[in-house]
């Protein structure tokens, strides 16, 4: 993995001598964040949580039919402020490299970083100065299936039911790519940047937590070829829309979607994590005993989220669904792995888990160049009967061996729940007994 500065593209070379200082962000109140310019939305597609930030799932029957690759209007929505209008022209990207001064490296001091050495790029520069790549990848909440968790105990976050997921086409250069011209990272420090170093994202919006919204992935798999982390400015084939991150966003296959920063203004290669809210205070499994007495003093106690867990949904039928028919019934859902990894069974239960069968058909199809699993797999099983009012259960594994819990993992923060996935109460009624 090489990770050198080369200024040969006229952008970066022409900013070689020119002090560069990207636009600060000051955190607005409450009451000063407008959402009256939010884009339109079917919202007939979506069980809404909360219109203001716009948080919004589909459901699961129109999830699962749209079949492998979800519609735009069908996508789910997560937010935290309002929508940006930003001008496709007027968008600057902002990237630079945080370098310790010698001292601080050798542990002799306290000093805090240099100042961030800034390179600027136009959208013009991202859409034309590197080659395109494209990337079929899942996102998926951290906070899918929170209702679980909630059922348990009392935790922070948006009630999530399974509909925080959706597969989409995604196209823009290779973060890679941009890193090894741009940045201009040391010679002397690539190996031990690569190793310890992580990339920091910040996006060009106002959100109700922080100044804007933020997130950082380990640099090892920013400039990993085989992540196929890229910068997308198109999205199923059309540029993206604003709810989804106009004019460019970050995708990182694997990870959960908080790292998957849009509206993405700020690049830095630093020697620590983001420390933006969204990285150091949320998206983090707390311990057992953590709850809202005392959760302001643990958030050092857990590692910041990266790779998604193993993840198993039936999305139809629903629960307590009276289905009229003497016919044998299709059972359809998704399930997904994190970090490339395929699925590799899928079982399901129609009597509560105590016995289970492998579904009929199960779908999913690896990146052509890297050859890593980022979308979720499709499964699909006839049961030619079911038992009056039926437990549905299903639970998948993926190709490390990695399987799901039978019980939710409770944690305050109400993260990666993936316990087996149940439909209660679904009664299969021959039409003549209606």
Not at 11 to 18: A, D, F, L, S, V
Not at 141 to 162: D, H, S, Y
Not at 356 to 367: I, M, S, Y
Request: with cysteine.
């Amino acid at each position: 993995m090489e990770f050198r500065p080369d200024f040969t593209s006229s952008t970066t070379h022409q900013q070689e001598h020119i002090h560069i200082q990207p636009p600060e962000h000051c955190k607005k109140e409450l009451c000063d964040l407008d959402y009256s310019q939010d884009p339109p939305r079917i919202l007939s597609n979506y069980l809404v949580h909360a219109p203001k930030p716009f948080n919004a799932e589909p459901h699961l029957p129109l999830l699962i039919n749209s079949g492998h690759i979800t519609p735009t209007d069908v996508f789910f929505k997560r937010n935290h402020g309002p929508i940006p209008d930003i001008r496709l022209q007027d968008h600057r990207i902002y990237i630079g490299v945080q370098r310790q001064n010698q001292s601080n490296r050798n542990g002799l001091t306290a000093a805090p970083m240099d100042i961030v050495e800034w390179k600027v790029l136009t959208m013009d520069d991202i859409m034309n100065k590197w080659p395109k790549a494209t990337i079929t990848a899942s996102l998926q909440c951290a906070g899918n299936r929170r209702e679980g968790l909630a059922q348990v105990k009392e935790v922070k976050g948006v009630i999530w039911k399974a509909g925080t997921i959706s597969n989409a086409v995604w196209a823009g250069p290779r973060l890679c790519d941009i890193l090894r011209n741009v940045a201009g990272v040391p010679e002397d420090l690539h190996h031990e940047m690569i190793r310890n170093y992580h990339v920091s994202f910040e996006a060009d919006d106002h959100v109700k937590e922080d100044v804007c919204y933020g997130s950082s992935i380990p640099l090892r798999k920013a400039m990993d070829p085989l992540g196929d982390v890229i910068l997308a400015y198109e999205m199923n084939g059309k540029p993206l829309t604003r709810d989804h991150g106009f004019p460019l966003r970050v995708i990182v296959p694997g990870y959960i979607g908080a790292r998957s920063v849009k509206f993405l203004q700020k690049i830095v290669v630093q020697p620590q994590e983001s420390n933006s809210f969204f990285q150091k205070l949320d998206y983090k499994i707390l311990p057992p005993w953590v709850d809202a007495s005392n959760v302001d003093s643990a958030w050092d106690l857990a590692p910041s989220l990266g790779e998604m867990n193993v993840q198993c949904v039936i999305c139809t039928p629903m629960d307590k669904e009276i289905i009229c028919s003497s016919k044998a019934i299709t059972i359809k859902g998704y399930a997904i792995a994190g970090g490339g990894r395929a699925i590799y069974r899928v079982e399901l239960s129609i009597d509560g888990g105590k016995t289970w069968e492998a579904v009929d058909k199960l779908e999913q199809t690896p990146d052509k160049i890297s050859g890593m699993y980022w979308s979720w797999a499709l499964w699909e099983k006839k049961v030619l009967k079911l038992h009056t009012t039926s437990e549905l259960v299903v639970r998948a594994y993926d190709s490390s061996g990695n399987m799901q819990p039978e019980f939710p993992v409770w944690n305050y923060r109400g993260v990666m729940n993936n316990a087996w996935f149940r439909v209660s109460n679904v009664t299969q009624m021959p039409q003549s007994n209606m």
